[in-house]
């Protein structure tokens, strides 16, 4: 059983829900990623904020990111996995959500994360494409 905690790059920082969004993609920049966790003053996963996030959500609204903060751009329940789960249900979140970065957690605290580069290196071509299908399908509506 190949698990979480053995397909994510280790590494991960959260961004605190207070600290604002040019920090934020100072941050990501450091880095080299393009999503950071965003934890509560418990530092507890209460979102993710990723540079489209930064740039659709704010700097295209004429906001000013200097003034907006990481808590204020997340939205929806974060997702998350176990660092001991195993990869199927990895995917399973994954697919279900249609997300593409899904932190790994143990004992409460980040301890990596899984994006679709971690995916490609271990996952076998097929459940690769059945992954892209789910994730990048798009609801069609008549």
Do not use: F
């Amino acid at each position: 059983m190949t698990t979480a905690g053995e397909i994510m790059h280790r590494g991960a920082q959260w961004i605190p829900a207070h600290e604002t969004l040019d920090r934020a993609a100072q941050l990501m920049r450091e880095l080299n990623v393009g999503a950071l966790p965003i934890s509560d003053e418990n530092e507890r996963l209460c979102g993710i904020l990723t540079d489209r996030d930064i740039v659709v959500g704010c700097v295209a609204m004429g906001r000013d990111p200097a003034r907006v903060t990481a808590g204020e751009m997340a939205q929806g329940t974060p997702r998350w996995i176990d660092a001991g789960a195993d990869v199927t249900e990895v995917l399973d979140e994954m697919q279900g959500h249609q997300i593409r970065r899904l932190p790994v957690i143990e004992d409460k605290r980040l301890v990596g994360m899984i994006s679709e580069a971690d995916l490609a290196q271990h996952l076998t071509d097929d459940q690769i494409a059945v992954w892209v299908e789910n994730v990048y399908a798009r609801s069609v509506t008549h």
